[in-house]
């Protein structure tokens, strides 16, 4: 099926470990975005990248870091989490409309 | 930077009834588009309808239409004969037309509706 895959689904971890969240889309989109859902403050902006080889801060991009490995994937890192990042993370793609991937629930304690 | 945002943080309608969901925004751009996104449960992003700004023709489909009212920066949204399916988290967003701001959404926090039987 078309569309934006983020990999996993779910995961808990402990406070200082690291994990990489994996993404990606087949819809051969140039830009790709990744976004955290919390309670009351919507989604937010994390890093996006316009095309590849690109990648830009967002409004939220301290304790993340991306790669943009090639034109389909899009990954988000976590080099030490915090309590603070627990959060729903989504991916998405987009090319004069935004698919968005199934999301992460990411719980850290 | 632009902002978007939604007061009501909850509301209820009865079935078959029709419910407006409120959004406003704050920008110093006067071309851009304007998005209703719904979360149900599931968590999936679903795109419900989107506007242009330079069109002065409120977008509608099937049963959601909006309001927009672009000198207030007001963007509301009807759902006329609700339905069950209808119960979910909607999200007002913003994105600039021009490429420099490299096409970022900027989400509101979100209206919970819930649809009574």
């Known amino acids: 099926n078309a569309g934006v895959t983020q990999t996993p689904k779910f995961q808990v971890l402990k406070t200082g470990q690291s994990m990489t969240l994996q993404c990606a889309q087949d819809?051969?989109?140039?830009?790709m975005y990744w976004y955290r859902q919390d309670p009351g403050m919507g989604l937010r902006l994390i890093y996006y990248?316009?095309?590849?080889?690109?990648?830009d801060k967002g409004e939220v991009p301290n304790g993340y870091n991306v790669s943009r490995l090639n034109k389909r994937e899009f990954s988000l890192r976590l080099e030490s989490a915090a309590p603070s990042q627990t959060s729903v993370y989504f991916c998405?793609?987009?090319?004069?409309?935004?698919?968005f991937g199934s999301g992460t629930r990411l719980t850290v304690v | 930077a632009q902002t978007v945002t939604q007061s009501q943080p909850e509301m209820s309608v009865q079935e078959a009834e029709t419910v407006t969901l409120s959004c406003t925004y704050d920008?110093?751009?006067?071309?851009?588009?304007l998005f209703w996104y719904k979360q149900p449960p599931s968590r999936q992003m679903i795109l419900v309808i989107r506007?242009?700004?330079?069109?002065?023709q409120n977008a509608t489909e099937n049963r959601f239409s909006v309001n927009f009212q672009k000198a207030a920066k007001s963007f509301s949204l009807k759902i006329s004969d609700s339905q069950l399916g209808d119960a979910a988290m909607y999200f007002c967003?913003?994105?600039?037309?021009?490429?420099?701001?490299?096409?970022?959404?900027?989400f509101g926090a979100g209206t919970i509706l819930r649809v009574k039987s």
């Open positions: 920008t110093s751009e006067s071309d851009y588009y």
């Open positions: 819809m051969n989109h140039n830009s």
């Open positions: 967003a913003y994105r600039s037309r021009g490429v420099e701001y490299g096409n970022k959404l900027v």
């Open positions: 990248s316009a095309s590849e080889g690109t990648t």
């Open positions: 506007q242009e700004a330079y069109k002065q």
């Open positions: 998405a793609s987009e090319n004069y409309g935004y698919t």
